[in-house]
């Protein structure tokens, strides 16, 4: 199995992002690295297919909708992964590693992930699905 390889579409391309994930011993480019700034969201899909890359990005709507596309056409991706802009890097880099820590590349084939399912509190629910807390009040 081999460990995810992210590509940062125009979206997600932070400078500290990156810099944060290249201290953690990640692979990631970014866009303009490549030389693929200002190309279509299929062109970015296909290069990181190509290239064995996940791609992560913002736009939501479109790489959703190219994933359910290509799947319908049984066709193939690298992977997608897609997050929303308010998270903060640092949020970003967490969930990123907490989802290059628990899967593949090889299970990232096909496939959509979305960084919001990825957040501390999805991790203890989702490792903890018996624990229940009862809050009982006593009144006077």
């Known amino acids: 199995m081999s460990i995810i390889r992210l590509y940062l579409d125009e979206d997600t391309m932070d400078s500290d992002l990156r810099r944060a994930l290249l201290l953690r011993d990640v692979d990631v480019i970014t866009v303009p690295q490549v030389g693929m700034l200002s190309r279509s969201d299929e062109d970015q899909l296909q290069w990181a297919f190509v290239n ?4 992560y990005s913002f736009n939501i709507r479109d790489y959703y909708r190219l994933h359910t596309i290509l799947v319908a056409q049984g066709e193939s991706h690298a992977g997608i992964i897609l997050g929303q802009q308010y998270y903060e890097i640092g949020e970003q880099m967490r969930r990123l590693l907490r989802i290059i820590a628990a899967k593949s590349a090889e299970d ?18 989702e490792r903890s699905p018996f624990i229940e807390i009862t809050v009982v009040c006593l009144h006077d």
């Open 108 to 125: 990232m084939q096909n496939q959509v992930e979305f960084l919001s399912a990825w957040g501390e509190e999805s991790m203890i629910k």
């Open 52 to 55: 064995n890359r996940v791609i």
